[in-house]
C-alpha cells in the first residue's frame, strides 16, 4: 500500500482556517485520497475524499496537488468541535475497491479558543 | 437514522478468559468491518464481510480471534484466552458497496476491552 506522511500535531485558533497536509509520494494513479477524523472517545467518521479535482463539501475542502504528490485539507474556520485526530488515507480505485482503510497515526489537531 | 451501534461498550477480563463482542450495522450495509485500535495509533484492520461472507482476514487475527456475521446484519467478535496484548479498542464500522470505491464506512463508538 502507499504511504501519507502527516505532522503529529497542530495548533488553529479557534474560527480561524486550518490546513492539514499529507504527503503521498508514492500514489498511483489509481489511488483515491480519503480523510477520516477521530473525535476523542468516538470511532473514526469520514470527511471528505478526491481523486484529482479539489472537493469541497460541507466539512471541509480538499486541494490536491498537480502532481499528487500531496494534498491539503482545509477547515475553513475552526470551532472547538474540530479538534480531533484527523487521518488521511489512500485506497485503491480499482471496481473491486481495497476494502479496508489503513490508517496512520494521523494529526492531532488542537483548537486553542 | 441509527448508527452503528457495539455492544458492550466496555469490558475488563481475566486473561485467559473468552470475550465476545457484538456490531450492529446500519441496517441495508452489505459490508461489515472489524478494526482494532491501540492507545495512540490508527485503528487497524481486522477484517470484513460482504453479507455473511468473510472475503478477508489481516494476518493480527490469530486463531485466537474469530469473527461471524451469520445472517448478514449484525456481527460477533471472539477473543479466546484473552492475553493481555489484547487490551484495546475495537471498532466495527459498515458500509454500503454499490461497485464502486468512493463508499465511506460508518464507525461505531467502539468496545474498550481491558485484560488484567
Known amino acids: 500500500d502507499a504511504k501519507t506522511t502527516q505532522p503529529n500535531s497542530m495548533e488553529s485558533n479557534e474560527e480561524e482556517p486550518v490546513h492539514l497536509p499529507c504527503n503521498h509520494s508514492?500514489?498511483?494513479?489509481?489511488?483515491?485520497i480519503h480523510w477520516y477524523r477521530q473525535l476523542p472517545s468516538q470511532g473514526p467518521e469520514y470527511v471528505i475524499h478526491?481523486?484529482?479535482s479539489n472537493v469541497n463539501n460541507r466539512m471541509a475542502s480538499l486541494a490536491i496537488a498537480e502532481d499528487r504528490k500531496s494534498s491539503t485539507l482545509i477547515l475553513h474556520r475552526a470551532t472547538l468541535r474540530d479538534a480531533a485526530v484527523y487521518y488521511c488515507?489512500?485506497?485503491?480505485?480499482?471496481?473491486?475497491?481495497?476494502?479496508?482503510?489503513?490508517f496512520g497515526t494521523g494529526t492531532r489537531l488542537t483548537i486553542i479558543p | 437514522d441509527t448508527g452503528v451501534s457495539q455492544d458492550p461498550r466496555h469490558k475488563i477480563t481475566k486473561r485467559g478468559q473468552n470475550v465476545t463482542f457484538r456490531c450492529d450495522p446500519i441496517?441495508?450495509?452489505?459490508?461489515l468491518y472489524w478494526y482494532r485500535q491501540t492507545l495512540g495509533q490508527g485503528p487497524e484492520f481486522l477484517t470484513y464481510?460482504?453479507?455473511?461472507?468473510?472475503?478477508?482476514k489481516s494476518r493480527l487475527l490469530s486463531d485466537r480471534f474469530s469473527a461471524e456475521r451469520p445472517k448478514g446484519s449484525f456481527s460477533t467478535l471472539e477473543i479466546q484466552r484473552t492475553e493481555q496484548g489484547d487490551s484495546a479498542m475495537y471498532l466495527c464500522a459498515s458500509s454500503s458497496y454499490q461497485g464502486g470505491a468512493h463508499y465511506e464506512q460508518y464507525f461505531g463508538p467502539g468496545t474498550r476491552l481491558t485484560v488484567t
Open positions: 508514492t500514489i498511483s494513479g489509481t489511488d483515491y
Open positions: 464481510f460482504q453479507n455473511e461472507a468473510q472475503l478477508e
Open positions: 488515507i489512500l485506497r485503491q480505485g480499482t471496481n473491486f475497491g481495497n476494502e479496508k482503510l489503513t
Open positions: 478526491g481523486l484529482t
Open positions: 441496517s441495508e450495509h452489505n459490508r
